[in-house]
């Protein structure tokens, strides 16, 4: 290229604001150009506009050609008054001192890498311009010097947006460098759905460029997360290739960023990705090829007669839910004091996915009697043999378990326990004798009221606790769940939000099994939206009833804040992010692990609340009863048959048999409110008699004793699903014979 026309095209790399590109670019060009004039004047007016002033003078030393340039003279002046910019690596090496010992703490295997910094950076000098940009470079004697590498990064970097939360993937960056970006991908992946944090992949093909970003800016947050994958050195794209290929549960990146002046390695890593996905699918192939010859012979004779102690059961679950981890773990427990031999397949880390070629792997390894899983059926897992017994417990209403497609898909090993029997058999298809109903019981193992030590005691000493992790107020729940959807579904949702808040003011109840979805198709209709059965269903689950849900909990909680505030009681509220509710916050007591913690938070309060709205037969006042807390529930029709309490009283007292949470529970009613009013004179009545709430708790818990401990459920589960299996068998024999 003609050198007018190059200076021509780099004073539009000027105009477009990349003075670091027109100084490297121009510094190599007059590296090979004795005369040019313009060229020496643009470069003078980059390094003067970031103030270089030290490399500005050492170009003015070497290049006599400046003269006659227009204004040339002023930018002489200009740089006599600048600065040199030039910074010392001493200067910076308390960063990377940090940015090391962060790096270093859960990746040792770089230690040596990051102590050759001293070697690798000799004769590299760092500069900074007034406009905070750090760049490296060399300088021969006598000759001009070679700009390697912004490590601060252009303008439109810093304007990168990244995809929105819920479309997001792994991010891989190539090329370290000391901008908001690596920061930006970093808390951008961070608990995109629940705990799960998508991983960050740092790819820096040059190891003295990466070292040299180290003393630069405090990395040391992403730097210290495990989930920051950093790959340094030529081979880095070679690198990842195995770490991925090896790491099976670990999601390939669906966004790549390439900071990297050469294009090459943004290349060499999608052919790297490429490959890795070839190779996960060949592997899947091949272990689904395996499991098929194995399972392929195998009827419901050959599994009734292995299905028994010491057999083993194989559990799926994820680490991102907020009680089914808990539920897999205490179920397989259970079936671990029943005889049975146990294995939890689970994530390790919160950024990676259980995948399809882990769970094949666990089916072949273990060979396991029966497969748990909970929420999900069998045919939404296609990894899993047709033809072994499995065992799905339904917990909560999900979309993808009501509906006519979930019991048109029961096999005839497959088996159901959990909630919703009624509505599941009656409405959806499932078959009656392959279903057991089950509400959600306690493990005793870990939720007891032996008593803790003194300094648990005393932290969690109150009057009154409440645990959940649904902070968000409904407002900014609907807001984020309107996001979700298309536009112009948003008039639909605003009107089914809208009469969801006139339901609440009203202290009206909405159940989940009959006036929810009543409710959805109402509003469709006032707005002219006509919607399908499915679609109902879907709404009513996931938006309709979930508002309803959160929006009742944190009214209950404004009324319960009043209370105490007014009498000086003392109430707990823990879970993430209370913390910044806006009229709750005072009550805020911090995120509790499962487990021990929340054991010794409902031990160490007198009352506990329990305000789901699908009712009282849960795992919330089963914890609590166990624990030695009496819980206190807001009314919800569905726990008495849906009568007023009177009349339910009356007909409970001539003899008629109930199913509903007060039919099991004797005198339910004393521990129900209704009202702001009437939660205030239960909470006074409890906390200023103890031998009442002794009582009424000792009579509640004594039911969770006999029927709701993963020990009884699980042995009554177990029983029915053998027999299942046995009845199958027999089948089989009968039509052969």
């Known amino acids: 290229m003609e050198l007018a026309e190059f200076t021509r095209q780099l004073g539009q790399v000027y105009a477009r604001g990349d003075r670091y590109g027109v100084i490297e670019q121009g510094h190599r060009a007059l590296a090979e150009v004795p005369h040019a004039p313009e060229l020496v004047a643009l470069v003078l007016r980059a390094l003067v506009d970031v103030g270089l002033g030290g490399p500005a003078r050492e170009l003015l030393q070497l290049r006599r050609d400046l003269d006659g340039v227009p204004g040339g003279d ?105 901008s908001p970006l690596f920061e930006r991908a970093f808390d951008g992946t961070f ?30 947050k992403p730097l210290g997360d495990e989930r920051v994958q950093v790959f340094v050195g030529p081979d880095a794209p070679e690198q990842i290739e195995i770490r991925l290929t090896q790491g099976a549960n670990i999601p390939l990146p669906n966004t790549i960023i390439n900071c990297c002046a050469d294009p090459r390695i943004g290349e060499q890593l999608t052919a790297a990705l490429e490959r890795v996905t070839q190779t996960r699918a060949n592997e899947l192939a091949r272990l689904e090829e395996q499991i098929e010859r194995r399972y392929r012979g195998r009827d419901a004779a050959y599994w009734s007669e292995r299905f028994a102690p010491p057999e083993r059961v194989l559990g799926f679950t994820s680490r991102f839910t907020t009680m089914l981890q ?64 499995l065992l799905t417990w339904i917990q909560d209403p999900l979309p993808n378990l009501l509906c006519g497609e979930a019991g048109a898909a029961i096999g005839p090993l497959d088996f159901v326990c959990g909630y919703y029997y009624d509505q599941c058999t009656e409405k959806h298809g499932y078959p009656p004798d392959q279903f057991e109903p089950a509400d959600m019981p306690v493990s005793t193992r870990v939720f007891h009221d032996g008593k803790p030590d003194a300094e648990s005691e005393r932290h969690f000493s109150c009057d009154v606790s409440f645990v959940s992790n649904a902070s968000t107020p409904i407002d900014r729940l609907f807001e984020s769940m309107r996001q979700q959807h298309v536009s112009a579904d948003w008039p639909l949702l605003t009107a089914i939000y809208d009469r969801i808040r006139c339901v609440l003011a009203e202290g009206a109840y909405l159940s989940f099994h009959e006036t929810a979805a009543d409710l959805v198709r109402t509003v469709a209709a006032n707005v002219g939206v006509e919607l399908p059965d499915e679609q109902v269903e879907f709404l009513k689950t996931s938006f309709a009833f979930r508002l309803f849900d959160w929006g009742r909990r944190h009214q209950t909680l404004e009324w319960v804040g009043d209370w105490a505030r007014r009498t000086g009681r003392s109430f707990k ?29 409902n031990h160490g309060s007198t009352l506990g609340l329990q305000l789901i709205p699908t009712g009282f037969r849960h795992q919330r006042s089963y914890e609590l009863l166990t624990c030695g807390t009496l819980p206190l529930t807001r009314h919800c029709e569905s726990d008495f048959n849906g009568l007023e309490i009177e009349e339910f009283q009356r007909r409970k007292s001539a003899g008629e048999e109930f199913r509903s949470a007060a039919g099991i529970f004797p005198g339910l009613e004393r521990i129900v409110f209704s009202t702001p009013e009437e939660f205030a004179v239960l909470a006074e009545r409890f906390l200023g008699d103890d031998e009442y709430r002794r009582t009424v708790h000792g009579e509640l818990a004594a039911v969770v004793s006999r029927n709701y401990t993963y020990t009884a459920v699980v042995r009554k589960v177990a029983d029915a699903f053998r027999g299942h299996v046995a009845r199958e068998a027999a089948k089989q024999l009968s039509t052969v014979g």
């Open 326 to 389: 808990y539920s897999a773990r205490d179920t397989l427990r259970a079936f671990e004091e029943l005889g049975y031999a146990t294995h939890l397949l689970i994530e390790t880390k919160d950024h990676e996915l259980l995948s399809p070629i882990e769970m094949c792997k666990a089916i072949l390894d273990l060979d396991p009697v029966a497969i748990l899983m909970l929420d999900h059926l069998r045919h939404e897992m296609p990894h899993v043999p047709a033809n072994v017994p």
């Open 573 to 601: 509220i823990y879970g993430r992010g209370w913390e910044a509710h806006p009229t709750l916050a005072e009550f805020a007591a911090g995120f509790l692990e499962h487990g021990e913690p929340l054991r010794c938070a």
């Open 74 to 178: 002023g930018l002489q002046s200009a740089v006599a008054t600048l600065g040199h910019g030039r910074v010392r690596w001493n200067d910076r090496a308390e960063v990377f001192r940090k940015n090391a010992a962060a790096l270093c703490g859960h990746r040792p295997e770089l230690r040596a890498a990051v102590e050759s910094a001293r070697g690798l950076l000799a004769g590299i000098q760092l500069y900074r311009g007034t406009d905070g940009g750090y760049h490296i470079s060399r300088r021969d004697p006598g000759r001009l010097r070679e700009w390697l590498a912004d490590l601060t990064g252009p303008l439109e970097d810093r304007q990168l947006t990244l995809p929105p939360p819920q479309r997001i993937g792994a991010v891989a960056i190539v090329g370290l460098r000391a």
């Open 191 to 220: 608990e995109v759905f629940l705990t799960h944090s998508k991983p960050v992949f740092l790819i820096e093909p040059a190891p003295a460029r990466f070292l040299a970003a180290l003393h630069c800016w405090d990395f040391t």
